[in-house]
C-alpha cells in the first residue's frame, strides 16, 4: 500500500549538521555591537564622531555583503552547496579574527567590510535546506530553523561580548597580566566566536551532505571520515553478512546492466558529454530572473529594509528624553506634531528586546509552522504584510501615553505585533522565492541575489530612518521616520498580491504516491530501483553510472528542473521518477540510449525486460 505524503519526515540530522555550522555566524555578527563604540574610542576617536564610524562600520558590512553575494550563489551552483559553505566559514572566521586584533580605525573598517564579503552563507544554507525538504507540507518548520538559529545566536552573541570585551580592565585578577589580552583588549569575544566556526566546520566537514544535485555523486571523504568516527557506536546488525551477500550480488547484476548499456551507446558518447556540458553549464541570468522571481526579489528587498531600519531605530526613539511638558510647549500640536520619546535607559531597552527575542523564538517554532500548513504560505505573507504599516504608524504615538509604564507596555505590545509579522514574513518569503526558480539549477544564484539585494535593504533602510529621525526631531515631527516606513512596508504589503505560490520541485501527490508504491514492491521482491525513468537526465543521455549511489545515499528524488532554456533542446522537463524493473531481468535494460521509455506498466519496447515499469 502507498505512503501517504504526510508520512514524510524533515531530515532531522542534516538540518541539525546545518544549524550547527550556521549558529557561528550570528554569535559573530551580533557579538560586536555591546563594543563597537568602546572600540572606536580606543583608536583616539573623539566621542562626538563615534556614532558616525560606528554607522560606517555597520554600514560596510552590508554593502560588502551586496557585492560579494550573487557571486557566493554562483559559486555554490557550480562547485557544490558544502564546500562553498565550508569555504566562507573559513573566511567568517579569518576575518573576525582580524577585527578583534585590529590595531586601528580603518583596519577594523576593513576587517568588517572583508566579514561582510564572506558573509554569503546565508542565501547557500537557505538554499540547500530547499533541496533537503523539496516538499510543500514540510517546508514551513524546515524554514524556521534556520531563523530560529539566527534568533538565538543574535540572543547569546552581545551577552558574552559584551562581558568578555576589554577583559584586563574589567577582570584585572583573571586577565590583567595578560599581555595578549591588554595590547588587543576586544580580542577575546572574537577567539570564542572563532571557537564555534571551528566546532561547525568540523561537523560540516564530516557529517554534512552535499544536496546540488549535480554534485551528489561526487564521493565525500570528509564524510568518510565521519562514518568511520561513528562506526564504533553503531549497533551491529545481526544479518550483516546476509544483505552484505545481497548487496554484492545486486551490485553485480546492475553494473552488467549499465555496461550493456554503455555498449549499446556505442560511438554516441562524445554526443552524452556534450548533453551533459549543456545540463551542468552555469544558468544563465534569463533563467534567474523570471517574473515571480523578480517580484519575490522586491518584496523580500521591502521587507529587509523596513523591518531592519525599525529595529535599529526604535533603541534611538526609546532612549530619546521625553516631552516634559506637552500641553504648553510652543512645538507641540498634538496628536502629530511632537518630538517625545522614552528616556528608559540601556537597561531596560536590552529587557524588552530580551523578551522580544525570547517570545519570537516560540512563534518561530511552535506556531509558525502549524499555521503556514494551515492556511498556506502565500495566504499568511497578505495578512502579516499588512499588519507592518499599522504597527509603524502607531509607534510614536505611545510616547503619549501618560505614564512611563503606560508607554512600556503599548511598545512592547506593538513590538509584539511587528515580531509575529516579521517572523512570518521572512520564511514566508524565503519559501515563496525557493519555489519560484525554474530550476535547481538556478537556487543557489537566485538566493545569492536575495542575499545582496536585502544586504542592500539592511545599510539603506537604517541610513533613511536615521537621517528622518533626525529631520523630523528638527522639524517637531517625531512620526516622520516611522511613517516613512510605513509606507516602505506599504508598498511591500502590495507586492505579495501579485505573486503566485509555485509549485516547487518535490513533485505533485501522486507522483510521490506512485514512487512511494514503487518503493514497498521493491522492498517486497527484492529489487533495487535505478533512477532511468523519463527525466531530464534520461532526456539528456545521462543515465546509470552519472548519478550513481554513493556511500549507500540514494538519489533524491525533487524536481531537477521546471523548464531549459536558452539551449537548443529547450523543452518542459518532467519531474524526477524513479523506475525498476526485477533483478535478473534488466540484460537488454538501456538498449536504444534515452529513448528506451515503456508506453505502460508491462508494455515495453527498445529491450526492456518483461515487468519492467516506468512512470510519465
Given at each position: 500500500m502507498?505512503?501517504?505524503?504526510?508520512a514524510?519526515?524533515l531530515p532531522v540530522?542534516?538540518l541539525?549538521?546545518?544549524a550547527?555550522c550556521r549558529f557561528?555566524?550570528?554569535?559573530?555578527?551580533?557579538s560586536?555591537?555591546?563594543?563597537l563604540?568602546e572600540?572606536i574610542?580606543?583608536?583616539k576617536?573623539?566621542?562626538?564622531e563615534v556614532?558616525?564610524w560606528?554607522?560606517?562600520?555597520s554600514?560596510?558590512f552590508?554593502?560588502?555583503q551586496?557585492a560579494t553575494?550573487i557571486?557566493?550563489?554562483?559559486?555554490s551552483?557550480r562547485?557544490?552547496?558544502?564546500?562553498?559553505?565550508l569555504c566562507a566559514?573559513?573566511?567568517?572566521?579569518?576575518?573576525?579574527?582580524?577585527f578583534?586584533?585590529?590595531?586601528?580605525l580603518s583596519?577594523?573598517?576593513?576587517?568588517?567590510?572583508?566579514?561582510?564579503?564572506?558573509?554569503?552563507?546565508?542565501?547557500?544554507?537557505r538554499?540547500?535546506?530547499?533541496?533537503m525538504?523539496p516538499?510543500k507540507?514540510?517546508?514551513?518548520?524546515a524554514?524556521?530553523?534556520m531563523?530560529?538559529i539566527?534568533?538565538?545566536?543574535?540572543i547569546?552573541?552581545?551577552?558574552?561580548g559584551?562581558?568578555?570585551?576589554?577583559p584586563a580592565?574589567?577582570y584585572?585578577?583573571s586577565?590583567?597580566?595578560?599581555?595578549l589580552?591588554r595590547?588587543y583588549?576586544f580580542?577575546?569575544?572574537?577567539?570564542?566566536?572563532a571557537?564555534?566556526?571551528?566546532?561547525g566546520?568540523?561537523?560540516?566537514?564530516?557529517?554534512l551532505k552535499e544536496?546540488?544535485?549535480?554534485?551528489?555523486?561526487?564521493r565525500?571523504y570528509?564524510?568518510?571520515?565521519g562514518?568511520?568516527?561513528?562506526?564504533?557506536l553503531?549497533?551491529?546488525k545481526?544479518?550483516a553478512?546476509k544483505w552484505?551477500h545481497e548487496?554484492?550480488?545486486?551490485?553485480s547484476l546492475?553494473?552488467h546492466?549499465?555496461e550493456?548499456?554503455a555498449?549499446?551507446i556505442?560511438?554516441?558518447?562524445d554526443?552524452?558529454?556534450?548533453?551533459k556540458?549543456i545540463?551542468l553549464a552555469p544558468?544563465?541570468y534569463?533563467?534567474?530572473?523570471?517574473?515571480?522571481s523578480?517580484l519575490?526579489?522586491?518584496?523580500?528587498?521591502l521587507?529587509?529594509?523596513?523591518?531592519?531600519?525599525?529595529?535599529?531605530?526604535?533603541p534611538?526613539?526609546?532612549h530619546y528624553?521625553?516631552?516634559?511638558d506637552?500641553?504648553?510647549?510652543?512645538?507641540?500640536?498634538?496628536?502629530?506634531?511632537?518630538?517625545g520619546?522614552?528616556g528608559i535607559?540601556?537597561?531596560?531597552?536590552g529587557?524588552?528586546?530580551?523578551?522580544?527575542g525570547?517570545?519570537?523564538?516560540f512563534?518561530?517554532f511552535f506556531?509558525?509552522?502549524p499555521?503556514?500548513?494551515?492556511?498556506?504560505?502565500?495566504?499568511?505573507?497578505?495578512v502579516?504584510?499588512?499588519?507592518?504599516p499599522?504597527?509603524?504608524?502607531l509607534t510614536?504615538?505611545?510616547?503619549?501615553l501618560?505614564?512611563?509604564?503606560a508607554?512600556?507596555?503599548?511598545?512592547f505590545a506593538i513590538?509584539?505585533?511587528?515580531?509575529?509579522a516579521v517572523?512570518f514574513a521572512f520564511?514566508c518569503?524565503t519559501i515563496?522565492?525557493?519555489?519560484?526558480?525554474?530550476?535547481?539549477?538556478?537556487?543557489?544564484?537566485?538566493?545569492g541575489v536575495?542575499?545582496?539585494?536585502?544586504?542592500v535593504g539592511r545599510?539603506?533602510g537604517?541610513?533613511?530612518a536615521g537621517?528622518t529621525f533626525?529631520?523630523?526631531v528638527?522639524?517637531g515631527?517625531?512620526?516622520?521616520p516611522w511613517?516613512?516606513?510605513?509606507?516602505?512596508s506599504?508598498?511591500?504589503a502590495?507586492?505579495?498580491?501579485?505573486?503566485?505560490?509555485?509549485?516547487g520541485f518535490?513533485?505533485d501527490?501522486?507522483d510521490n504516491?506512485?514512487e512511494?508504491?514503487?518503493?514497498d514492491e521493491n522492498?517486497?521482491v527484492?529489487t533495487?530501483?535505478i533512477d532511468m525513468?523519463?527525466s531530464?537526465l534520461?532526456?539528456h543521455?545521462?543515465?546509470?553510472?552519472?548519478?550513481?549511489?554513493?556511500?549507500?545515499?540514494?538519489p533524491?528524488?525533487?524536481?531537477l528542473?521546471?523548464t531549459?532554456?536558452?539551449?537548443s533542446?529547450?523543452?518542459?522537463?518532467?519531474?524526477?521518477?524513479?523506475?525498476?524493473s526485477?533483478i535478473?531481468q534488466?540484460k537488454?535494460?538501456?538498449?536504444?540510449?534515452s529513448d528506451c521509455?515503456?508506453?505502460g506498466?508491462?508494455?515495453t519496447?527498445?529491450?526492456?525486460g518483461?515487468?519492467g515499469?516506468?512512470?510519465?
Amino acid at each position: 500500500m502507498a505512503k501517504s505524503h504526510k508520512a514524510r519526515k524533515l531530515p532531522v540530522q542534516q538540518l541539525t549538521v546545518l544549524a550547527l555550522c550556521r549558529f557561528a555566524e550570528p554569535i559573530a555578527f551580533s557579538s560586536v555591537f555591546p563594543y563597537l563604540p568602546e572600540m572606536i574610542e580606543s583608536f583616539k576617536i573623539p566621542k562626538n564622531e563615534v556614532s558616525k564610524w560606528a554607522g560606517i562600520t555597520s554600514a560596510v558590512f552590508s554593502l560588502s555583503q551586496a557585492a560579494t553575494g550573487i557571486a557566493w550563489g554562483r559559486a555554490s551552483d557550480r562547485f557544490g552547496r558544502k564546500p562553498v559553505i565550508l569555504c566562507a566559514m573559513l573566511c567568517v572566521m579569518s576575518t573576525t579574527l582580524l577585527f578583534g586584533f585590529s590595531t586601528s580605525l580603518s583596519m577594523a573598517i576593513v576587517a568588517r567590510a572583508l566579514t561582510g564579503a564572506s558573509n554569503g552563507n546565508i542565501g547557500i544554507m537557505r538554499t540547500a535546506v530547499a533541496e533537503m525538504v523539496p516538499w510543500k507540507e514540510l517546508q514551513p518548520r524546515a524554514f524556521s530553523v534556520m531563523p530560529l538559529i539566527w534568533t538565538i545566536g543574535s540572543i547569546f552573541g552581545p551577552g558574552f561580548g559584551g562581558a568578555l570585551a576589554n577583559p584586563a580592565a574589567k577582570y584585572p585578577n583573571s586577565f590583567g597580566k595578560s599581555w595578549l589580552l591588554r595590547t588587543y583588549p576586544f580580542a577575546l569575544p572574537n577567539l570564542v566566536a572563532a571557537s564555534f566556526f571551528i566546532f561547525g566546520l568540523a561537523v560540516g566537514f564530516l557529517f554534512l551532505k552535499e544536496t546540488l544535485e549535480t554534485k551528489r555523486d561526487t564521493r565525500d571523504y570528509g564524510r568518510v571520515i565521519g562514518k568511520l568516527l561513528l562506526q564504533p557506536l553503531k549497533p551491529k546488525k545481526p544479518k550483516a553478512a546476509k544483505w552484505q551477500h545481497e548487496e554484492e550480488q545486486s551490485s553485480s547484476l546492475l553494473n552488467h546492466s549499465r555496461e550493456s548499456s554503455a555498449v549499446s551507446i556505442g560511438n554516441g558518447i562524445d554526443a552524452r558529454e556534450d548533453r551533459k556540458a549543456i545540463l551542468l553549464a552555469p544558468p544563465s541570468y534569463r533563467e534567474v530572473f523570471s517574473y515571480q522571481s523578480n517580484l519575490n526579489l522586491l518584496a523580500y528587498s521591502l521587507l529587509a529594509l523596513h523591518s531592519v531600519a525599525y529595529d535599529q531605530l526604535l533603541p534611538i526613539f526609546m532612549h530619546y528624553p521625553p516631552q516634559t511638558d506637552r500641553s504648553s510647549s510652543y512645538d507641540v500640536h498634538l496628536p502629530l506634531k511632537f518630538i517625545g520619546g522614552f528616556g528608559i535607559d540601556s537597561d531596560r531597552i536590552g529587557l524588552l528586546f530580551m523578551m522580544y527575542g525570547i517570545i519570537g523564538m516560540f512563534i518561530q517554532f511552535f506556531i509558525f509552522p502549524p499555521l503556514t500548513r494551515r492556511y498556506g504560505v502565500l495566504p499568511c505573507l497578505k495578512v502579516v504584510t499588512a499588519m507592518f504599516p499599522i504597527a509603524y504608524m502607531l509607534t510614536p504615538f505611545t510616547a503619549l501615553l501618560p505614564t512611563p509604564l503606560a508607554q512600556q507596555i503599548g511598545m512592547f505590545a506593538i513590538m509584539l505585533v511587528k515580531c509575529w509579522a516579521v517572523i512570518f514574513a521572512f520564511p514566508c518569503t524565503t519559501i515563496l522565492l525557493t519555489n519560484s526558480a525554474v530550476s535547481l539549477r538556478v537556487l543557489g544564484t537566485l538566493n545569492g541575489v536575495a542575499t545582496s539585494i536585502s544586504a542592500v535593504g539592511r545599510a539603506a533602510g537604517p541610513a533613511i530612518a536615521g537621517w528622518t529621525f533626525t529631520v523630523g526631531v528638527s522639524k517637531g515631527y517625531v512620526i516622520l521616520p516611522w511613517w516613512i516606513l510605513a509606507g516602505f512596508s506599504l508598498l511591500g504589503a502590495i507586492a505579495p498580491w501579485w505573486l503566485v505560490e509555485m509549485e516547487g520541485f518535490g513533485g505533485d501527490e501522486s507522483d510521490n504516491e506512485a514512487e512511494e508504491t514503487l518503493r514497498d514492491e521493491n522492498e517486497q521482491v527484492g529489487t533495487n530501483p535505478i533512477d532511468m525513468g523519463h527525466s531530464p537526465l534520461a532526456e539528456h543521455g545521462l543515465m546509470g553510472d552519472d548519478f550513481a549511489i554513493i556511500d549507500g545515499d540514494p538519489p533524491k528524488p525533487p524536481r531537477l528542473s521546471k523548464t531549459l532554456s536558452n539551449t537548443s533542446e529547450a523543452k518542459h522537463f518532467h519531474p524526477l521518477r524513479r523506475m525498476s524493473s526485477p533483478i535478473g531481468q534488466r540484460k537488454n535494460l538501456g538498449r536504444g540510449g534515452s529513448d528506451c521509455l515503456s508506453n505502460g506498466l508491462g508494455q515495453t519496447r527498445s529491450g526492456f525486460g518483461a515487468g519492467g515499469s516506468s512512470y510519465h
